[in-house]
């Protein structure tokens, strides 16, 4: 059986956690100015830096139509096809350091396009954020903590939730579970590690749709996935989502991983009120 050895207890840490620790210059996370943003719990300085986390993600194949049902008929933005399926995702994050506090998270999302556009699939493989016409919607975000809740639903419209999320990054798997919602699985990854790109996601706020850039500084673990298993258990917010995009039978993509996660989470932008 091969050693299970946590993640965290023998990594070295990154020359830029080494100057967060010693008090010294960050080029990534010092780069940009932080302003505070108003919320019912107090100011929230943005960009929210996330200094050290893991995260792993897996992208599924989907029905086109359930798609569409999760993403909503009268917003301004709709799945993008790719060779006639659309493509959804769940991941999650376990964020040790950030401004906001230590918490975890689980995502929800389903890649989009505005409508009436033709992003470049080459450029969306390349870089995310040089596609101004695509991004993920969130269509849910639950989070461990209400610091990170009310920060997310009340400046980006992120729908998120509190629940139990429980988090593992082992040498050879890494997993998530989210209350009695589901479980997600992923075993020890063997493709390519390449630099992570920016994430673009879309929300609604206030009956606005935010385009919102997330640069990252760390590199990601890829693989086809074939080790990964997503469980739907108990009904909750989340579950339900999973199993009206199909994605307890649809068929895995791909799947990623990153050990040192590095981000900056900006205001979204506004790009217009909702179409129906």
């Known amino acids: ?48 830096l996330y200094r050290d986390a893991s995260q792993f993600g897996v992208f599924f194949r989907v029905d086109l139509a359930s798609a569409r049902d999760v993403v ?4 301004s933005i709709e799945p993008w ?3 006639g399926k659309a493509v959804a995702a769940i991941y999650a994050w376990e964020y040790r350091d950030s401004t906001v506090g230590a918490y975890a998270e689980v995502g929800l999302g389903v890649q989009c396009r505005r409508k009436g556009t033709r992003p470049s699939l080459l450029k969306l493989g390349t870089d995310m954020g040089a596609n101004d016409d695509q991004g993920i919607w969130v269509a849910s975000l639950p989070v461990s903590t209400e610091a990170a809740r009310i920060a997310g639903v009340e400046i980006w419209g992120y729908p998120k939730y509190v629940a139990p999320i429980e988090t593992t990054f082992v040498a050879d798997e890494c997993s998530v579970r989210l209350g009695e919602e589901l479980t997600l699985r992923v075993a020890k990854l063997s493709g390519p590690r390449v630099a992570a790109q920016p994430v673009v996601t879309y929300t609604t706020r206030e009956g606005r749709l935010l385009r919102t850039r997330i640069d990252v500084d760390h590199r990601v673990r890829w693989g086809l996935g074939q080790g990964a298993h997503l469980e739907l258990r108990a009904e909750g917010p989340t579950e339900r989502l999973a199993r009206r995009l199909g ?22 932008k506004d790009v217009g009120a909702l179409q129906g």
């Not at 994605?247 to 979204?268: K, N, S, Y």
């Open 81 to 83: 096809p790719v060779l």
């Open 1 to 48: 059986m091969a050693l299970m050895v946590p993640l965290r207890a023998v990594a070295t840490p990154s020359p830029s956690w080494l100057c967060h620790l010693g008090g010294m210059s960050d080029a990534f996370l010092d780069a940009v100015a932080r302003t505070p943003k108003p919320t019912s719990a107090g100011p929230c300085d943005l960009p929210i």
């Open 247 to 268: 994605l307890d039978r649809a068929r895995i993509v791909a799947a990623f991983r990153a050990d040192t996660f590095r981000a900056r989470l900006p205001e979204g």
């Open 72 to 75: 909503g008929r009268d917003a």
